[in-house]
C-alpha cells in the first residue's frame, strides 16, 4: 500500500506510531535515562517490566502493518530490532531471555507483515478473478448479440427476396419493400424514388412517415439536385449525419420536418441507376456501414423486381391493347413485341407476326405452313395437347403459362404463353397463342435461386463458425473462470462469510452463463445432424421440443429408410426445427406430430399441431407482412430442393404443413 509524501506527513497515525515509539523506547531505557518507573507489578501479570515493553513494540509493528502495508511493518520491525537490541546486548541481567523475546518480537512481527502481505495480495487477486469475469460475461453478450444480428441480416435478406417475387405489380412491390425495409432498418421515414430518364428527374413513387404536403414538397428531384439527385447521378451511396445543418440541402421541407439522420443508396438494374432509396430519423443516429451495405443490397432487389414488373405491366398493356381495336388489329399484330400466331386443328400455322420470327430463328414466310410440333419438345408438345383439350371442353386454363420452345438453331427457349380457341360463326377453327421469350428471367431467376442457395449455405457456415467459436472458446473460458473460482475458495480459508457468499452467486451465474452458450451452441448446429443424419437428428428434435416446451411431440418414419445427402438433410432439418420452433412459441399446442414419408423419388414432410390455428393469408408476401417469417423461411428452404410446401391452418383447427421434395 503506498502514498504520496504529503499525505503520508499529515496522516495523524503516522504520528502516533511515532509516539508510541518514543514512548516504548524511553520505557524500554528509564533506568538509564533517569525516569522514574511507569508499571505498577500488579499489571505486569507475571512478565516482566522489559517483557511486557518488547510486546508494546510488536503492537506497533502490527499497527504500521495494518495502516501503511507491508513496507511500513518491515520499517517498524526494523527500528525495535535496533530500539531493543541494545539493551538485551549490554544491560540486561538475563541476556539469553533479552535476547530470545527480541527475537521472538521481531519474528512475530516479520510473520504479522506477511500475513498482511499476503492478504493484500489475495484481496487484488480476487478483484482481479472479477473484473476477468465481468469481461467474460461482456465478451459472451456481444457473441450472443451478433450471432443473432448475422442470423437476422441473413433471414431478412431471403424474406426480402422470396416476397418482392411474388407480385409483378409496381405497386404491390413498391409498397411491400417500404413495409420491409421500415421493419428491418427500423427508421421512421422512408421515401422511394423512380428516375424518368426522359425529364431527367426522381419522381416520388412511394413513402412513409411524412404527410401527403411534405411529400408533394418532396416530389420531383432534378438530378444533381439535393442529397437523392446527388446519389442518382453518382451512383453511390450517400450518408447525412445531421440533414438540418448540410449545405447541399435544397428542399426547405426537410428541414420542416426535422428530418437529421439520412442514407440514400441507388436503385441499380443491369449497372444503371434507376430510382434511389431514402431512410431517414428524425434524431441523431450513426448508420453503421453493414447498414449502408445491407440497404444497398436491398434497393438491388427491389430494383430487379420493378424492373421485372414493369416489363410484365407492359406486355400485359400490349395483349389488352390488341382487342381494344379491331381497327387497328393488324398493326398491333405486325409490331407487337411479343410473338403472335395462329394455327388450325391439325396444328398449321396460319398466320405469324415479326417477333414470331425473332423468338423461333425462322422468317415469317417459312413459319406459315409448319407444324407446330416442329418447335415443341416432347414435353412441351403433351403440355400443349393439355391445354387444346381444356380450350376446346371450356375448362380454365391458368395463364399465362410456362412453355419450352426449339429455335432453329436447336437452342431452348423459355417462354410466358396466353392461348385462345378461335371461333368463326360460333364454330371452332383454330388457336391464336401469344408468347413472350422468358428465356433472360427464368436465368435471373435460377441465379436467384443461386443465390438464396448461398445464403443459405452461408447461414449454416456462420451458424457453425459461432457455434464452434461458443464450445471451443466462450464455453472454456466460462468453465476455467468457475474451476478458478473453486480453487480459490477451496485454497483460501481467510474468506469472510461475505466474500464466499459473493463467489458461490458468481460461481452460479456462471454456470447458467455456461449451460446458456452450450444451448445456444447446439442450437445453431446441432452436432447430430453432421453425425448421424436426419431421422436421428429429427428424434432428438422431437425429444428436445417434448422436454423444454411440454408438447408432446411423435416423429414418425414410413417407407424405407435411407441417407440422403448432408445439404439435402441440413435443409429437411431446419424446415422442421423451424416448424417446431413456430409451433413453440404461437401454435399454443399440447402435440405435434412429425412425419417422413420415403417415397421411390421423393420425400414427404408433414409437421401438423392441435393448437389454435390461423386465418391463411392469400400470398407469401402477406404472410412476411403479417409477421409470419418462419412460413416464408419454409417455403424458401423448400424451394432450394426444388419443392412445394402446403400450409392447411383454420382457427382453432391447428396448422399442419406438408413440404414435398426431390430427392
Known sequence: MLRKPAKILTNYHLWSILALFALCTTLHYQEVIGVPASFSPNLLLGLSRHAVERVLF??????????????????????????MLPRALYISPHRPDALLEVALVTGVGIVACLWFRVRDQEKKRYQQIAAELETTQLQLQSHIRDARDNARRLA??????????????????????????????????????????????????????????????????????GFNGRVAATGEPLIIADASDDPRLTR?????????????????????????????????????LNEVELLSTIAGQIASALENAYLYDEARQVADKLYKSERDYRSLFENAHDAIWFHDFDGTILAANEAAKQLTGYDVKSLIGMKVSSFLAPDGLELAREVRQKLLVGEP???????????????????????????????????????????????????????????????????????????????????????????????????????????????HQISGALEGVRQFSQDLR????????????????AKQTEEEHKVVTELTVLG??????????????????????????????????????????ELQLTISDNGKGFQLPKTV????????????????RASLLNGNVTVKSEPGEGTTIIVEAAI
Open 621 to 636: 408476401s402477406d404472410l412476411s407482412r403479417g409477421g409470419k417469417l418462419g412460413l416464408v423461411g419454409i417455403q424458401e
Open 252 to 288: 426547405p421541407a426537410v428541414r420542416k420536418m426535422k428530418i437529421e439522420s439520412q442514407v440514400i443508396v441507388p436503385m441499380k438494374s443491369k449497372g444503371q441507376v434507376i430510382g434511389t432509396i431514402c431512410i431517414g430519423m428524425r434524431r441523431p443516429r450513426q448508420f453503421l
Open 397 to 507: 386454363v391458368a395463364e399465362p403459362y410456362e412453355q419450352k420452345l426449339v429455335r432453329k438453331d436447336g437452342s431452348e427457349a423459355a417462354l410466358m404463353l396466353t392461348s385462345s380457341l378461335i371461333t368463326l360463326d360460333g364454330q371452332p377453327v383454330g388457336f391464336q397463342h401469344i408468347a413472350r421469350d422468358i428465356t433472360e428471367e427464368k436465368r435471373m431467376q435460377d441465379n436467384l435461386r443461386f443465390y438464396l442457395q448461398q445464403i443459405t449455405q452461408a447461414q449454416e457456415e456462420e451458424r457453425k463458425r459461432i457455434a464452434r467459436e461458443l464450445h471451443d472458446d466462450t464455453a472454456q473460458a466460462l468453465f476455467a473462470v468457475s474451476r478458478h473460482i473453486d480453487n480459490f475458495m477451496r485454497n483460501d480459508v481467510s474468506l469472510s462469510a461475505q466474500q464466499i457468499g459473493f463467489l458461490q452467486e458468481a460461481r
Open 156 to 225: 431478412t435478406l431471403n424474406t426480402i427476396s422470396n416476397a418482392l417475387a411474388q407480385s409483378l405489380d409496381p405497386k404491390k412491390v413498391t409498397a411491400t419493400a417500404v413495409d420491409m425495409v421500415m421493419e428491418v432498418m427500423e427508421v421512421e421515414i422512408m421515401l422511394v424514388y423512380s428516375l424518368y430518364e426522359r425529364f431527367d428527374e426522381l419522381v416520388l413513387m412511394a413513402h412513409e412517415g411524412i404527410s401527403e404536403e411534405s411529400a408533394r414538397e418532396l416530389d420531383r428531384i432534378k438530378v444533381g439536385e
Open 526 to 541: 446441432p452436432s447430430i445432424i453432421d453425425d448421424l443424419g436426419l431421422l436421428p437428428s429429427l428424434q432428438w428434435l
Open 560 to 601: 424405407e429408410e435411407r441417407r440422403l445427402s448432408p445439404e439435402v438433410e441440413l435443409i429437411l432439418f431446419r424446415i422442421v426445427q423451424e416448424a417446431l420452433r413456430n409451433i413453440n412459441k404461437h401454435a399454443e399446442a399440447s402435440q405435434a406430430q412429425v412425419v417422413v414419408d420415403f417415397k421411390e423419388s
Open 58 to 83: 510488536l503492537l506497533i509493528i502490527i499497527y504500521a502493518t495494518f495502516v501503511f502495508g507491508f513496507a511500513a511493518g518491515l520499517g517498524a520491525s526494523v527500528a525495535s530490532l535496533a530500539a
